[in-house]
């Protein structure tokens, strides 16, 4: 019952070329970032990753994107990180773009064993109808579409069928967790960790805190260990390499600046990993 592996690179190392990953945290808030430099050590590549974002450039999965080790991507966001674009529009990476709720019902359906469900979120759209590029060539021609999707009535309200999802393994990051697998995550932290742990065959978890069996409360435990097969302890250090995702400049007497410096500076605002 014990699933504390000695380091971060052996928790990874039978990831191979190929494999399919489920990543937990949203936008730079929890994300497993010492699994993924391990797996960036580790040499995988080839990987096709379902997560809601690809991190910001050189930092989270934007680690693994920069070096081309990724070949598909399932999100809801491309966001701020300029390579991810740049390589989705130069027909380098195919992205699947979903519904930010779709893909967490997706990713939890895939970890309770739900097949399919219907959703009304994406009826009338591309999302729906198909022909969302997933891939173009280097050209600029789309060469992957989405497909059509199911759309069935019920009670006079029309609904798409969306697919579940689950993948050969899951990276996640907690605040605490047991010995047993047994996890707790910290504020916005909880959206896609779990979701993302549950669907993985094989789920390593990287934790700040260990305790031992029985020192969680059982109402306080967000995943149960058996979705969990290994759990990795993070050093102080580790614990503190948190990077804060966007700053917000506030001048004395002026307007709020996004990304900008210099000038009076009265506050310092930004959003950091939990």
Request: glycine share 14%.
């Amino acid at each position: 019952m014990d699933k504390v592996v000695s380091t971060a690179a052996a928790a990874v190392a039978d990831i191979g070329d190929g494999a399919s990953l489920a990543v937990g945290g949203f936008g730079l808030c929890g994300i497993p970032s010492v699994l993924i430099e391990a797996l960036y050590a580790q040499g995988a590549t080839d990987l096709k990753v379902v997560s809601n974002n690809c991190g910001v450039d050189r930092w989270g999965l934007g680690v693994l994107l920069h070096a081309g080790r990724i070949s598909r991507a399932t999100g809801s966001y491309v966001g701020e990180n300029k390579e991810f674009a740049r390589q989705y529009l130069g027909g380098e990476i195919e992205l699947e773009l979903t519904p930010q709720g779709t893909l967490a019902e997706r990713l939890r359906a895939g970890g309770c064993g739900i097949p399919a469900f219907f959703t009304p979120a994406g009826v009338g759209t591309q999302v729906a109808e198909g022909g969302l590029p997933w891939r173009y060539d280097t050209a600029g021609n789309v060469v992957v579409a989405s497909p059509k999707k199911e759309v069935r009535s019920y009670g006079g309200v029309e609904y798409v069928l969306e697919e579940s999802i689950t993948t050969d393994y899951a990276l996640v990051r907690a605040a605490k967790g047991d010995r047993h697998g047994n996890l707790v995550f910290d504020k916005s932290a909880r959206n896609f960790n779990p979701l993302a742990a549950m669907a993985g065959r094989i789920t390593v978890a990287e934790v700040e805190e260990l305790v031992e069996p029985g020192e969680l409360d059982p109402d306080a435990v967000h995943l149960p260990g058996v979705f969990v097969q290994r759990v990795v302890v993070l050093t102080a250090a580790q614990v503190a390499a948190k990077q804060i995702e966007k700053t917000t400049i506030t001048g004395a007497a002026g307007p709020s600046i996004s990304g900008a410096s210099g000038g009076s500076v009265a506050s310092v605002s930004g959003a950091v990993c939990d």
